[in-house]
């Protein structure tokens, strides 16, 4: 079955430095690929979202790129803020599968410290 | 535009009590979701429902129920709640079941004793 496999947490950066989340996959047909962040005491947002492969997705700074060739969708940040601590999913949608509902990652915690 | 509510936003419960989570949206969005939130676990899907009058399982829908009356509103019920069922309870809404984007709304804290 689809799956997804992120990074394991805490991430604990300085502000202004770089982010990297790592998030691989394995699904059955083409899936879109999402980022989703929960900030604390919050449910998920979509943060960014990619459909097919060498998309980039963006919002807010961060971006991640849809690598079919890696199957993987690795969130980056160039400088990170106190505001972006919160909880990261990596998600995928795989209709070949047999169902447009996301399978999620486990999460990773970014804590981001003045 | 609230989106998504969910009710209460925390509870403690006796074990063996019954309860009903709640959760409106007024998206007109036709598909809702449930999902249970465990640390070290990420996110999983309890039971969803495409549209009104429909439902089905997800993977873990083991002692609780729900039900699609209308398009607003998707209750999770669980009939005699246990203390593996602590848990942080989320409800998610779509377009529709071909919509990928998942809406979500800010959780319910439940803790059974």
């Known amino acids: 079955g689809d799956s997804v496999t992120q990074m394991e947490g805490p991430v604990t950066l300085s502000e202004e430095a770089f982010l990297t989340i790592n998030c691989t996959y394995t699904?059955?047909?083409?899936?879109?690929l999402f980022w989703y962040v929960q900030y604390p005491g919050e449910g998920l947002q979509l943060l960014l979202k990619?459909?097919?492969?060498?998309d980039k997705g963006s919002n807010k700074g961060f971006e991640a790129t849809y690598r079919k060739e890696t199957t993987s969708f690795h969130l980056e940040k160039g400088s990170v803020q106190v505001s972006d601590s919160a909880v990261y999913f990596c998600a995928l949608s795989d209709p070949a599968g047999g169902s447009y509902i996301p399978t999620f990652g486990r999460g990773t915690s970014l804590i981001v410290h003045p | 535009i609230a989106g998504i509510t969910q009710a209460p936003t925390s509870q403690i419960l006796a074990a063996g009590r019954r309860m009903t989570l709640r959760c409106t949206q007024d998206m007109r969005h036709n598909a809702m979701y449930w999902y249970r939130q465990d640390l070290g676990l990420g996110l999983r899907l309890i039971h969803y429902s495409n549209t009104a009058g429909t439902t089905g399982k997800g993977e873990v829908p083991d002692g609780y129920s729900v039900s699609r009356a209308n398009t607003d509103d998707f209750p999770l019920t669980l009939a005699s709640a246990v203390p593996s069922q602590t848990s942080v309870y989320f409800c998610a809404s779509s377009v529709d079941s071909s919509t990928d984007t998942q809406y979500f709304g800010p959780g319910t804290r439940l803790t059974v004793l």
């Open positions: 990619a459909t097919k492969a060498d």
């Open positions: 699904a059955t047909g083409y899936p879109s």
